[in-house]
């Protein structure tokens, strides 16, 4: 059961920085679709 703050709070990083993180570690086409999207 989740016990944390009342908001909810995502490790997810914002769509860019994720998106950046992906292309370095090589998964450029991911990348790329996902800064098409935003």
Same mark, same amino acid.
């Given at each position: 059961? %989740?016990? *944390?703050? *009342? #908001? %909810?709070?995502?490790n997810?990083?914002?769509?860019h !920085? &994720?998106?950046? %993180?992906?292309? +370095? !570690? *090589?998964?450029?086409? #991911?990348? +790329? &679709?996902?800064?098409s +999207?935003?």
């Open positions: 059961m %989740y016990t *944390g703050p *009342g #908001e %909810y709070m995502s997810i990083p914002p769509w !920085i &994720f998106a950046k %993180y992906l292309a +370095q !570690i *090589g998964m450029k086409n #991911e990348a +790329q &679709f996902i800064l +999207q935003l």
